[in-house]
């Protein structure tokens, strides 16, 4: 399976060709970008970050807890993700 149709690639090949974007943008052009701290008050820390029309919101919690008992010199670090 192909990630990208053939048509798709074709159209963007040309509009670089062209010096042009997807979206209309010049080739120097950023979107406007904008990070607001604080967002989640139980959180440790977050932000709501702001590129373009796409929104991103995040929130870190840490906890200082005991090491397991077979790795006392280690820590251990979980991560998870809510979508």
């Not at 406007?32 to 702001?50: F, L, P, Q, R």
């Not at 005991?66 to 991560?79: A, C, K, N, R, S």
């Amino acid at each position: 399976m192909e990630v990208i149709s053939r048509i798709r690639r074709d159209y963007i090949l040309t509009l670089l060709q062209q010096g042009k974007r997807v979206d209309g943008r010049a080739f120097d052009q950023f979107r406007t970008v904008t990070v607001e701290k604080g967002m989640i008050k139980t959180a440790n820390g977050s932000a709501m970050v702001k590129i373009g029309g796409t929104q991103v919101m995040v929130g870190v919690k840490i906890e200082r807890g005991e090491p397991f008992p077979d790795q006392p010199e280690e820590g251990v670090l979980i991560v998870n993700a809510e979508l």
